[in-house]
């Protein structure tokens, strides 16, 4: 039976938390929505389950909603202790999220809040959260297309979306060790805090606070990017100690990868240039507009770069990865201005998008076969959630990490044990990209031994 379930907000913070966990001993399957959660075969067998709401980028009253859904799928299925999984970057409408998971569950229970990922360099201090070294509004996050972040004080966040009072520790108390955390995080309940976010700046701060939860025996809810989920889980004796979980290296026999890069970020534009630099590698470029029309029009592009691909896997040099993408060439669209131009719901012309990356490779995958492709690899947790549901696919079993914040997994229902990498649009270094598709070849083999 699953002791673990996660409600994320998007499919590859869902991964994130999913590998960390992985990572440590836990079975791990992270599904896309409640329906594929519910109608999963031997949940029993997890260790934990992650279930993804898609819910970042919606009204808050349709957040609240599929993330209840979500929560009470869990309890269904008899976890007992539950995590909000939040974007590492405050992106969405997280203290409505803790509402809905929060009223499902005991009226003893607490959130905790840890937005730290000290080992992706995201860190929290009094209060605020820094990125990479940088401000968070003054990130690229700050101009996000679809969720923009504008407040950087995390309590002052969380207190504009939430129902319930914030409360703060702060890093003095954290950085004093377990016992002056338990003292300060009981002073903030005792005000009437029922959210409560913690400064952090190391995964040693994150532990700390992680063993005063525990000490202080109570019904807490994680709310964290998954490193403080892992904690938990570790000192209530769940799971074992992280490593790595790599494949042995492999010759790359003749397959290539496909790349749908969703993502608009100038971190994912500059990992993809230096990606393509290498001739191996070859770039099919989707019209965004056309994909936003949908009907005839978006049919019709996506032939074209289906045809365009079958082309190059047909040909005598094979390309070793072939990247789709729509927005890393010419003017970046501004998605809210293309909706309400033509009257669509929020948030319909990035869905079309995504549906339309999803579409050409489920084609190419039809047409060229299984064996020929070593793997797939999706930037922007929307991307991933329409290339999944355009396989057919059940669930993704997580494994590991590339880097943190890029992980890999195998797919689960159709084209079953395929590798696949998520990765979300502001992680990463220049290289990134091209360490992905090398990881890729490592895991095609790895599947094949273990079929």
């Given amino acids: 039976m699953p002791l673990i379930g996660t409600v994320a907000d998007d499919l590859t913070g869902a991964t994130t938390t999913g ?23 031997a949940v029993e067998e997890l260790d934990a389950i992650i279930i993804s709401s898609n819910s970042r980028p ?23 202790y539950y995590q909000k999984r939040t974007d590492t970057t405050m ?8 509402d809905a998971m929060l009223d499902q569950l005991s009226e003893e229970a607490v959130a905790v809040v840890v937005p730290a990922m000290p080992q992706s360099r995201r860190i929290l201090v009094g209060g605020y959260s820094v990125i990479d070294g940088v401000a968070l509004i003054n990130t690229p996050v700050a101009q996000d297309v679809r969720t923009p972040v504008k407040e950087n004080y995390i309590p002052r966040l969380l207190a504009g979306q939430t129902r319930r009072k914030v409360g703060l520790v702060t890093l003095d108390k954290v950085l004093a060790g377990d ?7 009981a002073e903030q309940r005792a005000a ?24 202080l025996g109570w019904d807490v809810v994680t709310v964290d990017p998954g490193p403080f989920t892992a904690k ?10 992280e490593e790595p979980n790599l494949p042995p290296e492999a010759e790359e026999a003749g397959k290539t990868v496909l790349i749908a890069a969703g993502s608009a ?21 989707v019209d965004p507009l056309s994909m936003i029309e949908g009907g005839t029009t978006a049919l019709e592009e996506v032939e074209k770069a289906v045809h365009k691909a079958l082309e190059y896997l047909e040909s005598g040099s094979r390309p070793r990865a072939i990247l789709f993408e729509t927005a890393l060439h010419g003017e970046l669209l501004n998605l809210s201005e293309e909706d309400n131009k033509r009257h669509y719901a929020h948030g319909m012309s990035a869905d079309r998008i995504n549906a339309g990356l999803g579409m050409i490779i489920s084609r190419v995958l039809e047409q060229t076969g299984r064996d020929r492709i070593a793997g797939l690899y999706t930037t922007g947790g929307d991307t991933m959630v329409n290339v ?9 079993e997580v494994l590991d990490y590339v880097i943190p914040q890029t992980d890999i997994g195998r797919l689960v229902g159709s084209y079953d044990g395929l590798p696949v990498v998520g990765k979300g649009g502001l992680t990463g270094n220049d290289h990134t990209a091209c360490d992905i598709v090398d990881r890729l070849f490592r895991e095609s083999e790895r599947t094949l031994i273990r079929k």
């Fill in 19 to 41: 590998v960390l966990l992985a990572r440590s001993k836990a079975r791990t399957a992270v599904f896309f929505n409640v329906e594929a959660a519910s109608n999963a075969e």
């Fill in 58 to 80: 919606l009204p808050a009253n349709e957040a609240y909603d599929k993330v209840k859904d979500a929560t009470i799928a869990l309890k269904n299925m008899g976890v007992k």
């Fill in 91 to 98: 992106r969405g409408g997280i203290g409505v999220e803790i």
């Fill in 179 to 185: 016992e002056v955390i338990k003292e300060a995080l």
């Fill in 192 to 215: 009437g805090c029922q959210v409560i976010v913690a400064d952090a700046i190391t995964l040693e701060d994150v532990e700390n606070i992680a063993q005063a939860c525990i000490a």
């Fill in 232 to 241: 938990m889980a570790y000192h209530r004796s769940l799971i074992g100690v």
């Fill in 265 to 285: 970020t100038p971190v994912t534009k500059k990992q993809m240039e230096v990606l393509c630099e290498d001739s191996r590698h070859v770039r099919i470029s």
């Fill in 388 to 396: 999944c549901r355009q396989l057919g696919v059940e669930c993704i």
